[in-house]
């Protein structure tokens, strides 16, 4: 080429012009740091190439993005979690659709597949009821055993906490009674289990009584119907027979015989031949009286 010609790339200073593209072939993109990646091409779905440019925000998509979007959703919903996969039902699902919901999260298909615990000496008609309301209620297997065991505990220690109250309010009343009855107590308390036998009583019967009346006032409502059904009063014929009587009733019986001149001679003089037995008798009221044994 002479000098002035103008050159053939059209002024270009010499640099080549880059090539068009084969057409059907996808244009090579450039990445900013210069190094080239695999562009997708144009979709012939005009409206998934938009959804596609706004997926990425409008930056130009490239198959290793969408590939790295999909692997991203495969970690979710992928091949391994087949089945397994929830979606929430709306508003308007029907029952079959929330049904089917609830039997993937581990609630049995019916009742009956709820495996409760049952205390021992339970008759097991609680966990009975409790089978539906957790069956109507959609809980799981493993939500229904974690409520059952938790209510075992709990009914659990209400008993213990009631059976150490029954026995301190026992000991409260031995006590009040012991120091009422004095040395009658053993013979009143054997009055009241045969009067309790004999109007056929039973144990839990007699604890509903202490429950109701508190356990003094429900031996002694049971003490009086001893005396009531027959069995031998505690009274100055009880006592004339070796038996025992309250403080109470010796401090009458004493107070009785201050007052029989028959019986003070007796014990006043000591060559009365009842002198002796005059003596031990108000030995034996007085100890009585005082609340100890005769």
């Known amino acids: 080429m002479s000098e002035g010609e103008a050159p053939a790339d059209g002024g270009q200073g010499g640099n080549e012009a880059p090539a068009a593209a084969p057409q059907g072939e996808a244009p090579e993109a450039t990445q900013a740091t210069g190094e080239p990646t695999t ?12 959804w596609v440019k706004a997926k990425f925000n409008g930056a130009e998509p490239t198959i290793e993005k969408l590939a790295g979007s999909y692997r991203n959703l495969e970690k979710i919903v992928g091949a391994d979690k087949a089945g397994r996969t929830l979606t929430i039902p709306g508003p308007d699902a029907e029952p079959d659709e929330v049904a089917s919901v609830f039997a993937k999260l581990g609630k049995p298909e019916k009742p009956d597949g709820y495996e409760l615990p049952v205390p021992e000496g339970d008759d097991g008609k609680m966990a009975e009821w409790a089978r539906g309301v957790f069956h109507e209620a959609n809980l799981t297997s493993k939500q229904a055993q974690a409520v059952a065991e938790k209510w075992n505990e709990y009914i659990g220690s209400m008993r213990q906490n009631a059976e150490q109250d029954n026995q301190v309010r026992a000991a409260d009343a031995e006590r009040e009674l012991r120091q009422e009855w004095g040395a009658a107590y053993d013979q009143k308390v054997n009055g009241i289990d045969q009067a309790a036998a004999q109007l056929g009583l039973k144990p839990e019967e007699l604890n509903g009584l202490r429950n109701s009346m508190g356990p003094v006032a429900a031996m002694k409502f049971v003490d009086g119907l001893a005396g009531k059904l027959g069995e031998r009063p505690v009274d100055r014929a009880g006592e004339s027979d070796g038996g ?35 003596v031990e008798k108000k030995q034996r009221l007085a100890k009585m009286a005082a609340g100890h044994a005769a």
């Open 39 to 50: 562009a997708v091409p144009a979709f012939e779905d005009a409206e998934l190439g938009e």
């Open 244 to 278: 025992a009587l309250t403080p109470m009733m010796a401090q009458s019986e004493l107070q009785r015989l201050g007052t029989d001149k028959e019986f003070m001679d007796a014990w006043m003089n000591k060559n009365h031949p009842s002198h002796k037995w005059a």
